[in-house]
């Protein structure tokens, strides 16, 4: 599922939930993917990459996951 998908699901399926909790549920969203994604970069990379490859990175993980 794409990362939007996951957050549009969660708004439509937001059944009264207050502003927090739904703080809360899309900040776990973007930690889950930010970790899936550092751990992707250290098995993709060996390692940390410098700030110019980066955003590239990110365009080919998006891609590969399907985000």
């Not at 739904?22 to 390692?47: H, P, R, S, V």
């Not at 990459?49 to 590239?56: A, D, Q, T, V, Y």
């Amino acid at each position: 599922m794409k990362l939007k998908e996951k957050y549009c699901d969660l708004i439509d399926n937001d059944n009264g939930f207050d502003n927090e909790l739904l703080t809360n549920k899309c900040e776990k969203i973007a930690d889950n993917f930010a970790i899936e994604f550092a751990e992707w970069i250290e098995e993709y990379q060996g390692g940390t990459p410098n700030s110019k490859i980066l955003k590239e990175l990110l365009q080919i993980y998006k891609k590969e996951k399907g985000l």
